[in-house]
Nanobody
Framework: QVQLVESGGGLVQAGGSLRLSCAASGRTISTYAMGWFRQAPGKEREFVAAISWNSVTTYYTDSLKGRFTISRDNAKNTVYLQMNSLKPDDTATYYC?????????????????WGQGTQVTVSS
C-alpha cells in the first residue's frame, strides 16, 4: 500500500498559477502510472491528468490541455501538477492517485490508491 499526500493548494486569483505536489511513501511509485483528479462541491470526481511510469505518455482532459501540466520525479517519489491561467471553474479539491499498472489511464476505476486531497480555490 502506498500513502499519497498532496500539497500546494490554496487561494489564488483568476489568471494565477499553482503547483501541486503529491509525495508518495510506503512503496515506490516509479513503476506505476499516476493521475490527478478533482472534485467540486456537488459534482462527481473527474479526471484531470495522468502520466505513465516513465513520463513518456500523458493524458489530459480536453478542457485543460495547454493550461495544466503533469510531471513526475521518480527519484523523489513525487508527482506534480502545474496549473496555469487558473479560472474560477477550476475550484475543487484535487486528488492524487496511483494506478494499478504502469500505463497512463484516464479511467478512475484503474486507480486504487488515493490521497486525501488539497483544496484549490480560484477567485474571480
Amino acid at each position: 500500500q502506498v500513502q499519497l499526500v498532496e500539497s500546494g493548494g490554496g487561494l489564488v486569483q483568476a489568471g494565477g498559477s499553482l503547483r501541486l505536489s503529491c509525495a508518495a511513501s510506503g512503496r515506490t511509485i516509479s513503476t506505476y502510472a499516476m493521475g490527478w483528479f478533482r472534485q467540486a462541491p456537488g459534482k462527481e470526481r473527474e479526471f484531470v491528468a495522468a502520466i505513465s511510469w516513465n513520463s513518456v505518455t500523458t493524458y489530459y482532459t480536453d478542457s485543460l490541455k495547454g493550461r495544466f501540466t503533469i510531471s513526475r520525479d521518480n527519484a523523489k517519489n513525487t508527482v506534480y501538477l502545474q496549473m496555469n491561467s487558473l479560472k474560477p471553474d477550476d475550484t475543487a479539491t484535487y486528488y492524487c492517485a496511483a494506478a494499478r499498472s504502469a500505463a497512463a489511464t484516464m479511467s478512475i476505476y484503474e486507480y486504487d490508491n488515493w490521497g486525501q486531497g488539497t483544496q484549490v480555490t480560484v477567485s474571480s
